[in-house]
């Protein structure tokens, strides 16, 4: 089992940065693909990155494109997710995932809001 604990949100204005991190429990850490996702008031839970086991292939949704970079340190069980430029539209509480075939574990999610 992963367990697996959001921190680094918060409160930023439109164009700044922050870098979420997510802790993660678990002897098997470095065989899970991660990701992140994120939920926005009346809205459903949607993709934004992900990278897999050894870090070496990355996937970005188009909206985050060129604004986000999703990284791992397999060695001290981290993801990171850095987000420069960021918008209104980015507000959300973001949530870290780790997936290995079917199974797949969530954390307890970390706010961001961007205002303008």
């Known amino acids: 089992q992963v367990q697996l604990g959001e921190s680094g949100g918060g409160s930023v204005q439109a164009g700044g940065s922050l870098r979420l991190s997510c802790a993660a429990s678990g002897r098997t850490f470095n065989s899970y693909t991660m990701g992140w996702f994120r939920q926005a008031p009346g809205k459903e839970r949607e993709f934004v990155a992900q990278i897999t086991w050894s870090g070496g292939v990355t996937y970005y949704a188009d909206s985050v494109k060129d604004r986000f970079t999703i990284s791992r340190d397999n060695a001290k069980n981290m993801v990171y997710l850095q987000m420069n430029s960021l918008k209104p539209e980015d507000t959300a509480v973001y949530y870290c995932?780790?997936?290995?075939?079917?199974?797949?574990?969530w954390g307890q999610g970390t706010q961001v809001t961007v205002s303008s």
């Open positions: 995932a780790a997936a290995y075939g079917t199974t797949k574990y």
